[in-house]
């Protein structure tokens, strides 16, 4: 009845297991430790976010593992298959956090829209000797309602940016290669609401006509979904986030392609050396960055916390 919460766990999470007896660990044990530590505790769920792996070479050094839990919803950070051979049970929490990844997404796409990753560097530096010339260097923003924003995957999170996309009038248009229609239901704060089907369509259609670009798609194991050829596809001056998972970019092919021009800013919570992006990738004045925080926020830990105990006490049959 011990779960060992390697990366964490919040509170909600915490106090529904130990309300049906388990025992929650929140110590971070380092990686080199951690085979040690499982077997020493016979620690029988481990559960993890982004930070710790778990590999086979872990899954077969310590018997007493049940359930491997993942805060998130990609899991490409455990051996997920290699596991269930094993007869261990593997969890993630794939809706808990579509709400808050998506107004990440939006978050980057006003803050490239009117600059703020860039004034937000520069006003506290020269925003008292150079106002003048910060207001005329910024005086260039656009709008989001009525521009067309491409989305690449239409899974949860794809389907709630669409919803949200939808709600700023904003036109939706999708590539998905296992979702042929998404139907989404846009909702109002009167209880009012408007369903809307997104037929999806070849990635190649959704590069050259929208506006704004955002790739919702688990990690590669073969190549970047977005590389110089499919840079090349967009419209000029359009713009491009990732929310997703890092590597589907291919961020030199990026940068060149923001230096020329082409692509007019971006937007990334993921990079291809986490936790140590490139400098050139952290400093450019046209990328908002933030530290893979898109399900960081204190509803969807919550939900997190709640969908992953449930999953627990289930498997364990615990009432």
Partial sequence: MKVLANDGLDQSGIDALREKGF????????????????NQHQIKTILVRSATTVRKELIDACPSLEIIGRGGVGMDNIDVEYARSKNIHVINTPSASSESVAELVFAHLFSGARFLQDSNRKMPLVGDTEFAKLKKSYEKGIELRGKTIGIIGMGRIGQEV????????????AADSTVGKASIKVTFYNRQFINVDIETEPIEGVL????????????QKDGYVIGEKELNM???GAAIVNCSRGGIIDE?????ALDSGKVAYAGLDVFINEPTPSKEILNHPKISVTPHTGASTVEAQDRIGLSLASQICSILNVS
């Fill in 23 to 38: 025992e929650v660990i929140t110590e971070k044990v380092p990686p080199e430790d951690l085979k040690d530590y499982i």
């Fill in 162 to 173: 669409a919803r949200i996309a939808l709600g700023l009038g904003m036109r939706v248009i």
């Fill in 208 to 219: 050259k006509h929208a506006d704004f670009i955002t790739l919702h798609v688990p990690a």
């Fill in 234 to 236: 967009m419209k000029t």
């Fill in 252 to 256: 030199k092919a990026l940068i060149e």
